[in-house]
Nanobody
């Protein structure tokens, strides 16, 4: 059983930056592909970014491409989401998720249903 704990959310002005982190415990972190998702009030949870076990493969939602960067440190069991040039429409609760991929080093997953474990989320609020 993997536990995921997000941190780094907060209130930031439009154009500002935040760096989210997601610390994993209870499993072998390098066996998991990781993803970030977000859910705004009244909306469905949506894909933001994903990275493979090794970190060599990644993908982004079109809405944040060029502004957000996903990374991971397997030695520290942590995945990050660097968010730059934030916009009001980025306001949401951000969740990290883990997908066990024992046999696929380069696999990345964009679908919510693909993931096995979820964190509790961290609030990001962007003001104008």
């Amino acid at each position: 059983q993997v536990q995921l704990v997000e941190a780094g959310g907060g209130l930031v002005q439009s154009g500002g930056s935040l760096r989210l982190s997601c610390a994993a415990s209870g499993g072998t972190f390098s066996n998991y592909a990781m993803g970030w998702f977000r859910q705004a009030p009244g909306k469905e949870r949506e894909f933001v970014a994903a990275m493979s076990r090794s970190g060599g493969t990644f993908t982004y939602a079109d809405s944040i491409k060029g502004r957000f960067t996903i990374s991971r440190d397997n030695a520290k069991n942590t995945v990050f989401l660097q968010m730059d040039n934030l916009k009001r429409e980025d306001t949401a609760v951000y969740f990290c998720a883990a997908k066990s991929t024992h046999l696929m080093m380069t696999a990345i997953y964009r679908q919510i249903d693909s993931y096995d474990y979820w964190g509790q989320g961290t609030q990001v609020t962007v003001s104008s």
